[in-house]
């Protein structure tokens, strides 16, 4: 017999056996792992905005923090934070250093993205933040007070200066002098620089009511003529140049190359650069009008070194062995190694904010200084024996040090030694001495620094030409003070122009109470690390000051009825620092301005003094603000790899004791809501908390005994 069919015969039997008698289960049942009935009992519970009783609670925010494209791509975590939250915040795409560019220009297609992605989804976005010292767009910000660098022209001057400079005027015409004309000792621009003082008077209105005359300025009339001055005044002004000599001697000018002629041009307390050609003359001499007389009581100053009038078409009285040294018609640089990349800048990221730059970026230190080169070949070899001067200015992504040298093309030199680079403009102003007759070109050698170079306003010149100096021009506090509040208006206005209908409650002034001196701002001065997107505001706008114009200016772009939030951290670490922040709210009100709430971080760990966490929020409810925990997450002491049951148990413990005190000593009508800074688990390659299980979910989106803590707290509070 076939065995192979005797057995399937059997199991027919069996089945049909089977089938005639009824089921009876098992006597034992398998136990379930105790970790797998947890993980089912905490998987069960609903999404966490469901336990909020909004009847109760109508205006309760339940906020997450995340990124920008975590949400608008729509993932996973999109899907949990519409599922589980009321109110998302960014961590940092509605920040100064994310949406200003190089060029003071707001880039906010981002953040339009994001508000229209949440508003489609009935989320709310919480703005964060408006001002903060971090996180900004700092050499943007430096950049705009960084000193003035005004290089002479490289050509004679036609007008006569002398009667300036021996405070004699000889040649000059003073017969409308206002309220007076003099020379200022020390008024000009740079250090100890002679300037003309021109007051109107109290009745002046009419450009001719001040008035200086300069000499007659002999041409040749069929060549272009180029008129520099650099103007200031006490308040705001106005004036004018008109002439003697033209076809139309009061024509409309572009005073400052805008692109746009007008009338006349408007000073103010910092130096203005007044350029502009000349070319419609009537005979062989003209002379130029400084009509000041428009407005009364106003002082102007014109630097007189600076004061020129030069025939553009006449010989240089300096040659710049680098064309376009300024970078702004192309470079004729090339380069070489270690994958370095090079070119010119976008337009914006100049010196001072203002025009090109070239940059060279190297992703690596090498072996050798001149593993990383860029070369400028010269028309024409350089002199022996003669001794070159080489300006330009310099910074850096960081800082190290670059060389430059004069080569030749067997690649012997003459070196100008190494130059330091730091992040910010710095003018280098270095000789070296040709000691062959082939030097061919100009050599800068990148290998000893690791980042971006970038370098603007090169002069490579003979040390025997003459012309072409160099003044710098430091900025004054007042200056610096106008420039920065117009920058800050300018942001604001821009973030909250775009988020208005979107967001109603913003953080308007981030971190400003200083750790060592909790009563005390926070300050950048003297700070030897400064981190290369840190700008602290409140050093250039009067100090504490600076909060009360954050907040004016939040409430003058933004809504009316929206709700603004001071925010800073460690206020239930070091409770002299809420102190110090409720001082720095009440005087903000007593300058006119109005703070709606108080934001308290809360990134804490499982052994926080929880007694002096219910005492920062008892100070924080006597201030009868708004209050809100604004970035709460909690570390376990260890990192994710290292965590273990009880860990995770007093995680879960410190979450509900958090949530249970803000309800408790909060009242009601003083909650604004509490947000999540990080409701995930941190990654190790995260740059906040690396690697710390300090959320509610773990990385992989696994629901912690947090989750069920969280949960049972707004569920039992929020009755």
């Not at 960081?398 to 060389?403: L, N, P, S």
């Not at 992040?423 to 980042?451: C, H, M, N, P, Q």
């Not at 003058?556 to 809420?578: M, P, R, T, V, W």
């Not at 922040?581 to 709606?596: C, P």
Request: proline share 3%.
């Amino acid at each position: 017999m076939n065995k192979r069919y005797t057995t399937a015969a059997g199991l027919a039997t069996l089945i049909m056996m089977a089938a005639c008698n009824k089921y009876k289960s098992l006597d034992f049942k398998p136990d379930k792992p105790e970790s797998v009935a947890l993980q089912e009992e905490i998987d069960a519970y609903p999404a966490l905005k469901t336990y909020i009783n909004r009847s109760a609670h109508p205006g309760f925010k339940w906020g997450m923090a995340m990124g920008l494209q975590e949400y608008v791509g729509k993932g996973v975590k999109y899907r949990l934070a519409n599922r589980n939250f009321d109110e998302i915040a960014l961590g940092y795409e509605m920040k100064h250093g994310a949406v200003v560019q190089a060029d003071g220009s707001l880039d906010l297609g981002n953040v339009e993205e994001l508000l229209s992605a949440a508003s489609q989804a009935g989320m709310t976005v919480y703005g964060h933040t408006l001002v903060w010292h971090a996180n900004q767009n700092a050499a943007y910000l430096k950049g705009l007070i960084a000193p003035m660098v005004v290089t002479s022209p490289a050509y004679a001057n036609e007008l006569n200066t002398a009667g300036l400079q021996d405070h004699t005027f000889t040649g000059w015409n003073l017969s409308r002098p206002g309220a007076g004309i003099s020379i200022a000792e020390g008024e000009g621009m740079g250090a100890g620089n002679r300037a003309v003082k021109l007051t109107a008077s109290a009745g002046s209105s009419a450009a001719a009511d001040l008035q200086l005359i300069s000499p007659y300025i002999t041409v040749d009339n069929t060549h272009k003529y180029e008129v520099v001055v650099y103007i200031k005044s006490d308040v705001p002004g106005e004036g004018r140049i008109a002439f003697d000599g033209l076809n139309n001697n009061t024509p409309e000018t572009d005073w400052t190359t805008s692109g746009t002629p007008a009338a006349t041009f408007t000073t103010g307390i910092s130096w203005k650069e007044i350029r502009f050609p000349v070319t419609d003359f009537a005979g062989g001499s003209f002379r130029l009008h400084f009509d000041l007389g428009y407005k009364p009581g106003v002082t102007y100053y014109i630097d007189i070194n600076n004061l020129y009038v030069y025939d553009t078409q006449g010989t240089p009285a300096i040659k710049n062995l680098v064309t376009d040294g300024n970078f702004e018609s192309g470079s004729g640089w090339g380069g070489w190694g270690n994958s370095s990349t090079r070119g010119i800048t976008a337009d914006g990221m100049g010196l001072g904010n203002n025009g090109k730059a070239f940059y060279v970026t190297n992703p690596s230190k090498t072996a050798n200084y001149w593993d990383v080169q860029t070369s400028y070949p010269f028309a024409e070899v350089l002199t022996n024996g003669e001794t070159y001067n080489l300006s330009f200015w310099v910074k850096g992504s960081a800082e190290g040090v670059i060389r430059p040298e004069l080569q030749s093309a067997n690649y012997s030199s003459n070196g100008f030694g190494q130059v330091p680079v730091t992040t910010e403009w710095k003018l280098v102003d270095i000789s070296t001495t040709a000691t062959a007759a082939d030097r061919s070109r100009l050599i800068f050698s990148y290998g000893e620094f690791a980042g971006t170079v970038y370098i603007d306003d090169v002069v490579l010149k003979s040390n025997s030409a003459t012309g072409g100096g160099t003044t710098i021009v430091e900025k004054t506090a007042a200056e610096k003070t106008m420039i920065i509040t117009e920058a800050l208006n300018k942001w604001m206005s821009g973030m909250l122009g775009v988020s208005k209908t979107q967001v109603k409650a913003w953080d308007v002034v981030n971190e400003p109470m200083d750790d060592g001196n909790p009563f005390e701002l926070k300050t950048g001065v003297g700070k030897p690390d400064m981190a290369a997107d840190e700008f602290y505001w409140q050093d250039y706008l009067d100090g504490k000051e600076y909060g009360v114009t954050a907040f004016k200016m939040a409430r003058q772009y933004g809504n009316a009825d929206d709700i603004h939030f001071i925010n800073d951290y460690n206020l239930e670490y070091n409770l002299d620092k809420c102190r110090g922040l409720i001082a720095y709210v009440n005087y903000i009100e007593s300058k006119g301005a109005k703070v709606d709430g108080i934001g308290t971080q809360m990134h804490i760990s499982i052994t926080s003094d929880k007694e002096k966490i219910a005492e920062m929020f008892r100070l924080l409810a006597a201030t009868g603000k708004l209050v809100k925990i604004s970035e709460l997450d909690i570390g376990v002491g260890v990192k994710t790899t290292e965590a273990t049951a009880e860990h995770y148990q007093a995680q879960a413990d410190m979450y509900k004791y958090v949530i249970d005190k803000y309800f408790e000593l909060i009242p009601a009508q003083q909650r604004y809501g509490i947000t999540l800074w990080s409701p995930m688990d941190s990654p190790a390659s995260s740059s906040w908390r690396a690697g710390e299980p300090i959320g509610i979910w773990t990385e992989a989106y696994v629901r912690k005994l947090a989750y069920a803590a969280v949960a049972q707290a707004l569920e039992a509070n929020t009755k």
